[in-house]
């Protein structure tokens, strides 16, 4: 809290993030993005519905993002940046399976299921959505690996095990689920899916 | 051959499908779908264009499906019908590899590649589109089960492993490796996502 009085008109602290008007107005419109992928999916993103739900001119928003793909691609480099920490369990099960929960958390949640179907439908019709959504798995990627390196560390997978493999090995059928069957994504799909990579890393599947 | 003289006017015997004008009608509307989907994606979808292709009444088209999704729909189940048999090796490591290399070589494949992308957005923006995405690959996974079935009966795996999860981990890393990163789908991406998912069965992780 601050001691000294403030001028007036001034925000009160902690409302705002801080980074001055430009940093507010992007956060602004990139949750409005995400409000608005979430209700009408990224075939209904439109930036001048975007301008008015973020309570910004509809100028700002043309000028700065120009195109809706422009959008879903900084609305992925913020969520890359957002993204949760891994845990540091020492056990690569209790590792593995932290990370399985909370993919699948994610996807089951109606939010956020709902956003990640819109950023991986916008990411199949745009190259630059494309690439935005690839750094963000492998930002996502690159926090989880270190868990794995280190029960390679630790001598319980094989020397030449490839981290990054493992971690998307994990992901990937909490993701076919999702996509192509109506089975719900509960938390069993997520301890089956860590226990398999697992299982395959230690067999020496996920090696380089 | 036919060794009697046909009437005038008559399709040459093997040009097309059999079932009448009905279904020529339908083959033609489904190709003419498929064409669309690759070339503009599932968004870029629109039946006056389909019946233009097909070479096909507008009014037919309007009639018979209505909707694009409706059309996606009727097009997943002719592609579940077309979906081709498994191989009987007699291995199982040889028939979850084979299995790997016919989705990795359809996933890869410009064509086929664009067309799959185009269904699972279909998917995500309509229900009845995604029911027949899901019946698909239900009959997908039904026509490849038998081969973990059969490793079941013969020892391979336990007992009480679920073949429908065995088919399924071969498929989801070679589809979240196409959707989220840039990583090519070669057969080398297919045979490591083949050996995982036996590695995985055969500890167990694939149990009911």
């Not at 890359?80 to 949640?109: F, I, K, M, W, Y």
């Not at 819109?118 to 959505?129: G, I, M």
């Not at 095990?161 to 076919?176: G, I, K, M, N």
């Amino acid at each position: 809290m601050s001691s000294e009085p403030l001028p007036p008109g001034s925000p009160t602290p902690g409302s705002v993030r801080p980074g001055g008007r430009t940093a507010r107005v992007r956060a602004a419109v990139l949750r409005a993005t995400e409000d608005a992928l979430v209700e009408r999916g990224f075939s209904g993103l439109d930036l001048g519905d975007i301008a008015q739900r973020a309570e910004v001119g509809r100028t700002t928003v043309y000028r700065r993002w120009g195109t809706t793909t422009a959008l879903v691609a900084d609305l992925l480099a913020d969520m890359a940046e957002q993204s949760l920490p891994r845990t540091h369990s020492g056990s690569l099960a209790e590792d593995l399976r932290a990370n399985a929960r909370l993919v699948q958390r994610t996807l089951a949640d109606p939010r956020q299921g709902a956003l990640f179907r819109a950023v991986l439908v916008a990411a199949t019709c745009d190259t630059d959505a494309a690439s935005a959504l690839q750094r963000f798995y492998r930002a996502r990627v690159d926090e989880w690996a270190p868990c794995v390196a280190e029960a390679v560390a630790r001598g319980e997978l094989p020397p030449d095990t490839d981290p990054a493999e493992v971690v998307r090995a994990v992901s990937a059928p909490l993701y076919y689920r999702m996509l192509t069957t109506p089975d719900p994504l509960d938390e069993a799909a997520a301890d089956r899916a860590a226990a398999a990579a697992e299982a395959a890393a230690r067999a020496g599947a996920h090696r380089r």
